[in-house]
């Protein structure tokens, strides 16, 4: 059974830093991929980064050059290095995993995956972020 759960989330000024993890059990991390989305109140879910087991990444526009996403294999661990945060950061964060097997359907879908949280099957139960001006 497949466990994640975040946590590094709270709050902090504008222009500060947090750094989020995601504790992965069960998971093989081998397949694609792992990411990073968030939902304001009153907002839809949006994808903000997410990393492939060959180590690519993406990334929302919004958080390009703020955020950095990783993995530490040996900890089973998913990180979110968020820095230079502003008030429109705040959101409840989820980590989400996808199983994906290699073949057409992932050589299609590994670089639209922020626009397709459908594709990851697993998901933790949320950490919120809170940035104050």
């Known amino acids: 059974q497949v466990q994640l759960v975040e946590s590094g989330g709270g709050s902090v000024q504008a222009g500060g830093s947090l750094r989020l993890s995601c504790a992965a059990s069960g998971y093989t991390y081998s397949s694609c991929c792992m990411g990073w989305f968030r939902q304001a109140p009153g907002k839809e879910r949006e994808g903000v980064a997410v990393?492939?087991?060959?180590?690519?990444?993406s990334y929302a526009d919004s958080v390009k050059g703020r955020f950095t996403i990783s993995v530490d294999n040996a900890k089973n661990t998913l990180y979110l290095q968020m820095n230079s945060l502003k008030p429109e950061d705040t959101a409840m964060y989820y980590c989400?995993?996808?199983?994906?097997?290699?073949?057409?359907?992932?050589?299609?879908?590994?670089?639209?995956?922020?626009?397709?949280?459908?594709?990851?099957?697993?998901w933790g139960q949320g950490d919120l972020v809170t940035v104050s001006s």
């Open positions: 990393i492939d087991s060959d180590g690519s990444t």
């Open positions: 989400a995993a996808a199983s994906i097997p290699r073949g057409t359907w992932y050589s299609f879908i590994r670089f639209r995956l922020l626009s397709r949280p459908d594709q990851f099957e697993y």
